[in-house]
């Protein structure tokens, strides 16, 4: 898991930059003996997302919409401008309890849900946590926590280069952490 041939940014990044993962088991003073348990560290130190094996994702220029956890439930409907190309991501839903809540990004033309409670909800988050075109195509790319338990954080990643045909972007990879 650990190891070279990674590719990491920063919300603020303008380039993706070659990233070094080190992957240690966890100190195991409390006698935890859980595998499962690792430390990671990485280098260079300042980095907020690393992948690796996605060919469309390599070290270089990128650009990065100014975007950075924007929570839709609180703060309303997204606009991004990515160079000519204008995208919204909002919540949309018609009840107050949220268990009909669903996330949609829309170029104006395209209209894609890209996330829906399906009828459950305990404390849920709807985040866009970046945006920007890190696979060079021009196109819309979306890191996004959307989640309907507040206690799990899938982040995942999402491409352009991904999409299928009728969406504007397609799961490239994921991330889920608990707590």
């Known amino acids: 898991m650990g190891g070279k041939n990674w ?3 920063t919300h603020e990044s ?15 003073r409390n006698n935890v003996h859980d595998e499962d348990r690792v430390t990671v560290e990485w280098r260079p130190k300042t980095l907020s997302y690393a992948v690796r094996c996605m060919p469309t ?3 270089g220029r990128m650009e990065s919409a100014p975007v950075v956890n924007h929570d839709l439930e609180f703060s309303g409907p997204l606009e991004i401008a990515l160079g000519k190309r204008r ?14 809540a669903k996330v949609v990004l829309s170029d104006g033309t395209v209209k894609q ?3 829906s409670t399906d009828g ?6 709807f985040e866009i946590e ?8 021009g196109r819309l790319d979306l890191v996004v926590n959307l989640s309907r338990k507040y206690s799990i954080h899938p982040h995942r990643l999402l491409l352009s280069t ?17 707590n």
Do not use: C, N, Q
């Not at 970046?130 to 195509?137: L, P």
């Open 7 to 9: 590719v990491g940014w």
């Open 113 to 115: 849900m890209l996330y």
């Open 57 to 59: 994702v390599r070290a």
């Open 162 to 178: 991904k999409a299928k045909t009728s969406e504007l972007v397609g799961e490239a990879a994921v991330f889920e952490t608990g």
């Open 87 to 100: 995208y919204t991501v909002r919540l949309e839903r018609a009840r107050a309890d949220l268990t009909d």
């Open 120 to 125: 459950f909800v305990d404390e849920p988050h």
């Open 130 to 137: 970046w945006a920007g075109d890190i696979d060079r195509d």
């Open 14 to 28: 303008t380039r993706l930059v070659p990233v070094e993962l080190i992957v240690r088991p966890l100190d195991d």
